[in-house]
């Protein structure tokens, strides 16, 4: 299964409850580069440059970087990709590699994309995600999950996100018409609650099957 979306449209909230609900391993490409760019490996230092300007990391490095992801023991039994593919190429790459059964499409207007990311705000330790206003910790800046501080995205600054928003428009947005055109593409609409949207995922894929 593959999420597709905007910046900030709730892939990543999402992506857990199916994750959790379907019992599939959530991959997702923007998480496995934070963490080589924490860990400072090879490709962490060459993605940092690109990711801390709100571009994409080149296709062969992300390619590389998710098959390798896919042979590990927990994607065997299925998973959701959150964040993969993001032009055409990683979407051809991905046919050849995979049959991909369902893409679901979160629809999110453009002036909610930008309260929600610059809401945000991370786990520094287990990386749960929170929203200062729709989603917020019980008690200020510390994660309800394993007590550590929170802290916003390097990326999620106002510059930056308009620098994303533009790269998902230009690059990644002619995905929904390359799986339209493949009938499996299925829309969702991305206003409304967390648990809102879930459910009308949950019935997206109920149709589907
Ligand atoms: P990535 O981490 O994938 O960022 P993104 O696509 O910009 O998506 P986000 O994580 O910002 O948003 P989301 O849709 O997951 O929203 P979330 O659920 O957190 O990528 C980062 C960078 O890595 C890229 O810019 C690029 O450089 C690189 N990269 C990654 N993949 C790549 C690839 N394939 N190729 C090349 N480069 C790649 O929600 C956002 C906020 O809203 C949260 O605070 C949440 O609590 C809140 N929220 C969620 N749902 C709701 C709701 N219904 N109502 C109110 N608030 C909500």
């Known amino acids: 299964m593959i999420l597709l979306g905007a910046p900030g449209a709730g892939k990543g909230t999402q992506a857990k409850l199916i994750a959790k609900k379907f019992q599939l391993a959530h991959i997702a ?5 934070r963490d080589s760019v924490a860990k400072e490996t090879t490709l962490g230092v060459q993605a940092k440059e690109y990711m801390d300007k709100g571009e994409l990391v080149p296709d062969q490095l992300v390619i590389d970087m998710i098959k390798e992801r896919l042979t590990q023991s927990d994607a065997l039994n299925g998973y959701i990709l959150d964040g993969f593919p993001r032009t055409l ?3 051809e790459k991905m046919i050849e590699v995979e049959d991909v059964d369902v893409v679901l499409n979160i629809d999110v207007d453009f002036n909610l994309l930008l309260e929600r990311l610059t809401g945000r705000r991370s786990c520094s330790r287990c990386g749960e995600v929170f929203h200062i206003k729709y989603n917020p910790p019980t008690t200020e800046n510390i994660c309800d999950k394993c007590g550590a501080q929170l802290t916003q995205r390097a990326d999620d600054k106002e510059e930056v996100i308009r620098n994303r928003l533009e790269t998902y428009n230009n690059q990644t947005k002619p995905l929904i018409q390359f799986y339209k055109q493949r009938n499996i593409l299925k829309n969702i609409r991305g206003s409304g609650t967390i648990e809102e949207i879930f459910e009308n ?4 894929l109920e149709e589907f099957k």
């Open 29 to 33: 490409t923007g998480d496995l580069l």
């Open 89 to 91: 190429q990683q979407a």
């Open 201 to 204: 995922i949950v019935s997206a």
